[in-house]
């Protein structure tokens, strides 16, 4: 697909996202979009998608194509989504990547940062930690 075609099928994967409309999420995926393609700033489709709590729109990324283990770089939307749904408790959206294969044991930074149960313990959202435990995730102690 050519290039311009694709940049604006993301713009406009992005805007259904940013206003949580699953139904034209589904139709840009279809059209072609790609679920990976970043933003201009860096920030992945998924990654938008998890920090809002989105599931549904997460669902239809991950069966796309879009990989639960790829880290966003945007302005203010760094890490990955499993870190960014766990952050803010949205279990529902947790589950669906666990499902999809995100790691429970991952850390931000290419390693270097806090796991999604740390972000889960930080916030505090205990059923958010008790599902990533669930899945697990380790507590690190020391």
Not at 30 to 39: L, T
Not at 60 to 85: D, K, Q
């Amino acid at each position: 697909m050519k290039q311009r075609q694709q940049k604006k099928l993301s713009r406009r994967l992005f805007g259904a996202i940013v206003v949580g409309d699953a139904g034209a999420v589904k139709s840009v995926l279809r059209a072609g979009a790609d679920p990976g393609r970043v933003d201009s700033e860096g920030t992945t489709p998924l990654y938008a998608a998890s920090v809002n709590g989105q599931a549904e729109i997460v669902r239809l990324l991950l069966s796309a194509g879009a990989l639960p283990g790829t880290e966003s770089s945007g302005i203010g939307a760094e890490g990955l989504p499993l870190c960014a749904a766990a952050c803010w408790g949205h279990s529902d959206t947790v589950r669906e990547l666990l499902a999809h294969g995100a790691d429970p044991n991952v850390r931000e930074d290419h390693g270097t940062g806090r796991s999604p149960l740390e972000w889960a313990n930080h916030g505090p959202h205990p059923v958010t930690a008790a599902l990533l435990a669930e899945a697990g995730a380790l507590a690190i102690t020391g």
